[in-house]
């Protein structure tokens, strides 16, 4: 699928750099919205965890998607990006009082909240700024997910999220507050599930919970079950946009609403991976012993992926249609693990031709170091090549 790519253009720039597919980019967000307006009161907000890049924010934004927050830097992007306030969400375990006094200064959505201490802190810096914090407490619904270790969130062993067993006493340590207002609950899995079932064990829980509460003559007035779908590393071309239907419906079957709830999604990966492709190129061909690597001039530095996940990302050689051999694609940093994939079939390679590491617009460019004093690749987008 060379034809994707600007080939002409990219041998302007400076390699390595991230390549944003604008024009799959919009259609991905179409999709979005087009299953979401079958729903009632669905509401997605976007992982800006998963890219920050300016330009791909400003499109997310212009689709009328909220934005969900981790940090307070994450916080300022979205409302450099034109997010309106009453569209962002700010979840994390660890808030500092700058992110939470920013929060309150804007006036954001809802703080998803993981702890009483941190219930507490939100609480007297909102009463110091005379505000009220919107709330919504994370439960940690111990539901495992089909997904790698690393990136598994809603297991009583994870750091994230309220114990179950203490859902109803932290709502009611809330009612007493003077300056929060609770306002839902908040729900996260883990990423890159591509198993309906993962969901449906998460609706049945949030199903149950619900009942428990109610039973309290407690009512919840939104519900938000995080995002975590998955895309296709191994298509990238045949399955560019995800099953987006099978997603939301799935929530719309299988979890109860109650008459008049809000259901929140904070998807990420799921939006901008297959937009994005790391763009390097060729340095050396090195015969080795055993086999033949393929030297490029991008690393773990800028995606670090495959060596912290043992991620799978397709790579193609965009500059030739030369008979195929087969390569270890690796990285000129001083790690053993600066490997982007082994015994990988590429046209031939020679020095000076373009790798796509694709599928790469999730957890590249915004995971991106400076370790070895390298510099941070640039993201770029049709219009400014």
Not at 76 to 96: H, M, Q
Not at 178 to 199: A, R, T
Not at 230 to 256: C, E, M, W
Not at 304 to 323: G, M, V
């Amino acid at each position: 699928m060379k034809g994707i790519f600007p080939i002409d253009k990219f041998e302007r720039i400076q390699t390595p750099f991230y390549y944003y597919d604008t024009e799959l980019l919009r259609a991905t967000l179409r999709a979005i919205n087009a299953e979401v307006l079958k729903h009632d009161g669905f509401v997605v907000h976007y992982a800006v965890k998963a890219n920050a890049n300016p330009k791909v924010l400003r499109i997310i934004r212009e689709a009328g998607l909220g934005a969900d927050c981790v940090s307070g830097g994450e916080i300022e992007a979205a409302l450099k990006a034109g997010f309106p306030t009453n569209k962002i969400v700010y979840a994390g375990v660890g808030k500092s009082d700058w992110e939470i006094e920013l929060g309150l200064d804007n006036d954001i959505f809802a703080f998803n909240v993981e702890s009483i201490p941190e219930l507490e802190v939100i609480n007297e810096l909102a009463s110091q700024k005379g505000k009220t914090a919107r709330i919504a407490l994370r439960i940690n619904p111990n539901v495992g997910a089909h997904t790698h270790a690393n990136i598994t969130t809603g297991l009583a062993e994870n750091k994230f999220g309220i114990a179950m067993r203490d859902m109803e006493t932290v709502i009611e340590r809330a009612a007493e507050m003077q300056h929060v207002k609770f306002v839902g609950l908040h729900f996260h899995i883990g990423s890159q599930i591509l198993d309906m079932g993962d969901f449906e064990a998460l609706c049945n829980r949030i199903n149950e919970l619900q009942t428990q509460l109610e039973s309290h003559r407690i009512r919840v007035e939104n519900i938000n079950v995080g995002g975590g779908l998955g895309i296709d590393y191994q298509h990238p071309n045949r399955v560019s946009i995800p099953d987006f239907k099978a997603y939301f419906d799935t929530y719309a079957k299988k979890l109860k609403l109650r008459t008049g709830q809000t259901l929140h999604f904070e998807l990420g990966r799921a939006v901008v991976a297959q937009c994005g492709s790391l763009i390097a190129r060729t340095l050396y061909i090195k015969e080795g012993a055993v086999k033949k690597f393929c030297i490029i001039d991008a690393g773990m530095t800028d995606l670090i992926r495959p060596a912290l996940y043992q991620a799978y990302h397709k790579i193609e050689n965009i500059s030739s249609d030369l008979p195929m051999e087969t390569y270890d694609v690796v990285g000129p940093i001083c790690e053993s693990s600066d490997v982007f994939a082994k015994q990988v079939d590429l046209n031939t390679t020679r020095r000076g031709d373009l790798i796509a590491i694709r599928s790469a617009g999730a957890y590249g460019e915004i995971m991106a170091s400076q370790y070895n004093c390298r510099k941070l690749p640039q993201g770029y987008v049709i219009d400014e090549l």
